[in-house]
């Protein structure tokens, strides 16, 4: 049995099977991602999900899925499952025998005397999506039936039946081209093998996806079927169906298909999962690299990039592909700040906390590579200018006090990580002297004085720690105040303290790092990684759950993020060295239950508050990929 695996009795029972999705990216910046069994819960779940760079920056919905029909003896038993108002159809589920992640997703039926396998994979650098059914076993004649569902919609959107649509095919090699709207490019819809095409087209309507209605979101849409692919198979043959947006050799598919399956890392551990789904974040795309932030619905974001990047590509050896990132950040710096989100005219730039992750991310370049040389020739002169910025005042009233510490902050913006924005506006709006935006300030003046030899910035910092101390840390509660406007210092027991211990320069003395790691570890540590509140608090809000206003309430007051994780363990390790090394182990362990859930073979965006910590957000987040790979690393140099 391989190590991610699922049998009949769990696929066949869908409280179990629809709380548990994949998600395979490529290069490129597509995606396919649906349920274990191929039940689509999601708006943003589809077997061929592509950019459309013509209509706009999002992806877009082209192939939702196929329903794949058996015929035997004139007999026909269809395979697929979708929701529809009250019940479920058809119900092909319960002909699943399992389901098998080693390494491609591989889902077996069995229908009487067949046994029928279907495997999934995506083109490295192609928009296409291929489909492999191999038939194991039959006792007589068999034919598949494959009915295409077509969306072409923004990802964020939901398809309606209309007027507008374009019924029509065009013939392709052992297929056919479809186009519903003529902004979308076309989709190929092609097998390995001749078959015959009955065109029959109509709209299947209200569709359900369970997760959007559980997010509080519009859950109903209609998807077109324009018919659908007929061929025979024997045993022992072999049939691939290939979905893409450029017209494929039906010759070449069988080779094609083997070509990726051989590129792709085995996911037969806990590591090789994590490995896996690190490479799923990285997008080459039109000359840039980019992290996406997310699956299924983020982007690229300024911050998480900075902090995701050193743990998804440095931690085994990927250098070349960390400075590919970082050069395409710098392409969008604008004075001293990072985007935000996006890119080009389409970028925001409340972030004040991207720039200096900036140069932390650069640190554990320095770290792992010992190429100082690279840094300085690259980026010592982007890493003044930020500096210059910050003390000079830049946008969204970031600036420079007297006492050396950063302030930022507007009415009705959100510029920390901790950037949850509702209709009342900031859930935690944060104005004034963040703890970690300074920790992070006096660590890049560092850093910067390391690399350039600096003076004045040698003396800033100097200040900028003197100030640090005086004005967050407070030796009786024995932690640092998260805010500081003017005479108000907000002590609520939140995680953004911790930077002031683990980052490579600390303002702190390391009996002051013990009491802070002490009251993190008491407070907010989980096994799934740190609360963003104390329990303790009167604002704790231990679940995760409702419409988008109310989870925006949780998201940071209580709710655990794991990539918090990598920081604690730094921290740690700092303090506690050899002795701390099993403690950190522990954690690192107990995530490799997690590889079944949620995310099949990867790591959450984030957990509730309260046990038993249920997964929930994004599906798999690349900082929290990205970090357990740096814990694992952290833990190796002990």
């Known amino acids: 049995m391989s190590y991610i695996h699922f049998d009949k009795t769990q696929l066949i029972n869908l409280n179990y099977s629809l709380d548990r999705e994949i998600i395979r990216t490529n290069r490129g910046g597509s995606y396919t991602s649906t349920t274990i069994i191929g039940c689509n819960t999601r708006k943003y779940h589809g077997l061929l999900v592509s950019p459309q760079p013509q209509i706009d920056s999002q992806l877009h919905v082209l192939l939702s899925t196929v329903h794949e029909t058996v015929i035997q003896r004139g007999a026909s038993f269809n395979l697929g499952i979708n ?69 072409f919609r923004g990802y964020h959107e939901l398809s309606k039946a209309n007027d507008r649509i374009d019924q029509s095919f065009k ?56 018919g659908y692919f007929e061929f025979d198979i024997e045993k022992g043959e072999s049939v691939i169906f290939s979905a893409g947006l450029t017209e494929a050799d039906p010759a070449t598919r069988q080779r094609a298909f083997e070509k990726e399956l051989a590129r792709r890392i085995p996911r037969n551990n806990f590591e090789n999962c994590l490995l896996n789904s690190a490479g799923q974040f990285i997008q080459k795309r039109d000359g840039k690299t980019h ?51 996006g890119s080009g005219v389409m970028r925001n730039m409340n972030s004040m906390d991207a720039p200096l992750w900036f140069f932390w991310s650069l640190q554990q370049y320095i770290a792992f590579t010992g190429d100082e040389k690279t840094v300085k020739k690259k980026y010592l002169e982007k890493l003044k200018g930020i500096i210059e910025g910050f003390k000079n005042s830049t946008d969204f009233n970031i600036h420079m006090q007297e006492s050396g510490l950063i302030y930022g902050g507007q009415e009705g913006i959100a510029l920390t990580w901790m950037d949850a924005v509702n209709s009342d506006g900031p859930v935690t709006p944060r104005i004034g002297c963040p703890v970690e935006i300074n920790a ?69 003395e390391e009996s002051q790092m013990d009491r802070v790691l002490e009251v993190i570890k008491s407070k907010l540590l989980t096994p799934r990684g740190l609360r963003t509140l104390s329990p303790d608090d009167p604002g704790y809000k231990g679940y995760y759950f409702g419409d988008q206003y109310v989870r925006d309430r949780a998201y940071h007051n209580g709710t655990v ?24 182990e522990k954690i690192i362990q107990s995530f490799d239950g997690v590889m079944t859930q949620y995310g099949i073979g990867t790591v959450a965006e984030i957990y509730d508050g309260d046990p038993p910590h249920r997964p929930k957000g994004a599906i798999s987040q690349a900082w929290s990929v990205g970090e357990l790979l740096r814990m694992m690393h952290l833990v190796k140099k002990v």
């Open 83 to 151: 929701k529809y108002p009250g019940n479920y159809s058809p119900r092909g589920h319960k002909y699943l025998e399992d389901f098998d992640s080693e390494p491609i997703p591989k889902l077996t039926y069995r229908v009487g005397g067949v046994l029928l396998q279907k495997e999934l994979i995506l083109d490295t650098n192609r928009d296409r999506v291929m489909i492999r059914y191999t038939l194991l076993d039959a006792h007589s004649p068999t034919k598949i039936r494959i009915s295409p569902f077509l969306a």
């Open 171 to 226: 013939k392709a090699p052992n297929g056919a081209v479809f186009q519903l709207y003529p902004e979308y490019s076309p989709l190929y819809l092609q097998l390995s093998k001749k078959n015959d095409f009955q065109s029959i087209p109509n709209w299947y309507h209200n569709i359900e996806y369970i997760q959007e209605r559980e997010r509080g979101y519009a859950y109903q849409e209609d998807l077109f079927v324009p």
């Open 291 to 341: 992290v996406i932030a997310g699956y299924p619905w983020f982007g690229w974001w300024g911050r998480d990039t900075f902090i995701a990047s050193p743990g998804l590509t440095l931690t085994h050896g990927n250098k070349d592909i960390f400075l590919e990132i970082m050069d395409t950040m710098v392409a969008d710096l604008s004075g001293p700040l990072f985007p935000n989100v």
């Open 440 to 508: 992070l300030w006096y660590n890049a003046l560092c850093f910067y004085h390391e690399l350039s030899g600096d003076q004045e910035i040698a003396t800033l910092a100097e200040q900028v720690k003197s100030s640090f101390v005086s004005t967050y840390w407070d030796e009786k509660k024995g932690y640092l105040a998260d805010v500081v406007d003017g005479n108000h210092k907000d002590w609520s027991i939140r995680p953004n303290m911790l930077f002031a211990v683990s980052l490579p320069h600390s303002p702190l």
């Open 561 to 584: 993020w794991a990539w918090l994780l990598g920081h604690f363990a730094e921290g740690y390790l700092k303090l506690h060295g050899k002795s701390g090394k099993h403690f950190i």
